[in-house]
């Protein structure tokens, strides 16, 4: 009986933090799709999703998860490790956010906004980004494929994380404007502040889950 108890909360909380982790990535779908809605440029991986949107000819949330599953490829030959749950989470659902947020959203006509509308559905858009990333970070169950091909090059050279991040994000600019990929200001809002964002989300959200018993990645691997 004992045993049953403690496998049943075992299943209980690992389905919690599975939504928690889906809740994350929506919310973060929703903020890329109002970056992308304003055309005035994306996140590195975003505008190398754009890049792909515009040479494959399919939707955004499809390059984007067309971007991550190749990722997820490379990583199993090269940092299997970093691959958990959340890992194949954001590969294949965040796409679909993004999808589903533009249809929700472009009845609105955002890109006719003058000017300084659009910079501030671009700020919007990144707070909304940064606060899903945040949360899903949080739940730490596994990195999205990016930032695993990261953390890969960080353990592999004498790059610090910071460096490495710098470096990835700059090849996958420049792969995506070369694919005909969109940058402007919301890239440097991107870049600048969805870090900051980020950051105070996690912490946030790490106190509200630190009253909930989830599980370890060892116990749900």
Sequence with gaps: MIILIKSGKKISSLILKVCLICIGLCINGFGLALLYS?????SPMATFSDGLHNILGISQ???NIVANAVFL????????RY????TILCTFTIGLYVDLAQWIIGPLNLISLPLPGK???AFLGMAIMGAGLGMYVAV???????EALVGVINDHTSLSYRASKIVFDAALGVL????GGKIGIGTVISIGCTGFVMDFSRTWAKHALARIPLPKNADAR
């Design 83 to 86: 691959i958990s749950v959340g």
């Design 61 to 63: 949330g499809n390059a």
């Design 38 to 42: 304003v055309e005035l440029g994306t």
């Design 176 to 179: 995506g404007v070369v694919f």
């Design 119 to 121: 910079v501030a559905v």
């Design 73 to 80: 490829v490379v990583l199993l030959f090269i940092g299997r």
């Design 140 to 146: 730490d169950f596994g990195l999205g494929p990016l």
